[in-house]
């Protein structure tokens, strides 16, 4: 199956800075890749939807200029959490879809995020 | 309104017997997709099986497979012949109509613990 790489897998900041989260699609194009959020022990949350050369869009109480992200070209988006409080401790994914198929997600392994 | 619904919390079962993992959803459009997806508790979310709502028989992939009920508006994962490897969180997920652009919506998942 296609392998999406997200990195870091395990972040741990000082409140105030900036972090900065990478999704890659190793073996395919992905024009559009999401960005979920999972609190502990609960679903995951779609934040934005990243596509490739344009401004991604926001789900609705997802602040945008909290939560920049960049999908520079077809294999690669970034999520950048700036200035990262303790409430932004998270744990985030991302996840593409190839072209065609049925749709299906493949998801990164996931990056834990705790601020301090 | 919620749209994946997964109203078990936690489900048990002993190792070798069969569980169903019940999700509903809710939508108007003709056109949808639903998804299973396998959290174990490394995070990692892992693709299990898909049902197109066009499509005429259940999905199956191996010890998976897909109860789907379109007027009940239900798409109940059968797992067979459970393993201790079974053991994580599931999540329903519906993508609605066609094209690369669409969102997953994830239900609130179930913690499935299998037992020797």
């Known amino acids: 199956g296609a392998v999406v790489s997200q990195h870091p897998s395990r972040v741990i900041c000082k409140s105030g800075t900036s972090v900065k989260i990478e999704c890659r699609s190793l073996?395919?194009?992905?024009?559009?890749m999401f960005w979920y959020r999972q609190f502990p022990k609960q679903s995951l949350m779609l934040m934005a939807t990243?596509?490739?050369?344009?401004?991604?869009?926001?789900e609705q109480g997802v602040e945008k200029d909290k939560f920049l992200i960049n999908h520079a070209s077809l294999t690669l988006s970034t999520l950048t959490v700036t200035s990262a409080h303790p409430e932004d401790s998270s744990f985030y994914i991302c996840?593409?879809?190839?072209?065609?198929?049925?749709?299906?997600?493949?998801f990164g392994e996931g990056s834990r995020l705790t601020v301090l | 309104a919620q749209k994946i619904t997964q109203t078990q919390p936690g489900m048990f079962v002993q190792e070798k017997e069969a569980v169903t993992l019940d999700c509903t959803y809710d939508?108007?459009?003709?056109?949808?997709?639903l998804f299973w997806y396998k959290q174990p508790s490394s995070g990692e979310m892992i693709f299990l099986i898909y049902?197109?709502?066009?499509?005429?028989q259940n999905a199956t992939e191996g010890r998976y497979s897909l109860n789907f009920q379109k007027a009940r508006k239900s798409a109940n994962l059968v797992i067979s012949a459970s393993q201790l490897g079974d053991s994580a969180m599931y999540f329903c997920?519906?993508?609605?109509?066609?094209?690369?652009?669409?969102?997953?919506?994830f239900g609130a998942g179930t913690r499935l613990a299998v037992h020797p």
């Open positions: 996840s593409a879809r190839a072209r065609g198929g049925t749709g299906e997600l493949f």
């Open positions: 049902q197109g709502s066009y499509d005429q």
């Open positions: 990243s596509n490739e050369g344009s401004k991604a869009t926001y």
């Open positions: 939508t108007s459009d003709p056109s949808y997709g």
């Open positions: 997920a519906m993508r609605e109509g066609q094209g690369g652009y669409n969102k997953l919506i």
């Open positions: 073996d395919f194009q992905a024009t559009t």
